[in-house]
């Protein structure tokens, strides 16, 4: 089961941090990600850490903005979101791989696990 927590209504230009925190199940292994349902769209792909934690990949819509972290030890994965535009609104979910493949790890059916989302709203 994964867990996300952070998100919240913000004016343009504010930051926000997202938490997910992973229980049942270690999820260290394999990769994390986080992906994003914005409003008249499909659920799009944003950032993914590696098992490791030592790689990361991100969207071009938000690279040079956010940044992806891992903390195994607490089973955990974060996104730390700047400058956040009124086109980052959504509600964004955090998801892990049940076993290691490859790197990155974009889309959604690579992934077996998914919190319920959290929302983000970015006000101009």
């Known amino acids: 089961k994964l867990v996300e927590s952070g998100g919240g209504e913000v004016q343009a230009g504010a930051s926000l941090r997202l938490s997910c925190v992973a229980s049942g199940r270690a999820v260290s292994g394999a990769a994390m990600g986080w992906f994003r349902r914005v409003p008249g769209k499909e659920r799009e792909f944003v950032a993914t850490v590696s098992s490791s934690g030592s790689s990361t990949y991100y969207s071009e819509s938000v690279r040079d903005r956010f940044v992806i972290s891992r903390d195994n030890a607490k089973n955990a994965a974060y996104l730390q979101m700047n400058s956040l535009g009124p086109e980052d609104t959504g509600v964004y979910y955090c998801?892990?791989?049940?076993?290691?493949?490859?790197?990155?790890?974009?889309?959604?059916?690579?992934?077996?696990?998914w919190g319920q989302g959290t929302q983000v709203i970015v006000s101009s």
């Open positions: 998801a892990a791989q049940g076993a290691s493949t490859w790197f990155p790890v974009l889309r959604t059916y690579d992934y077996d696990y």
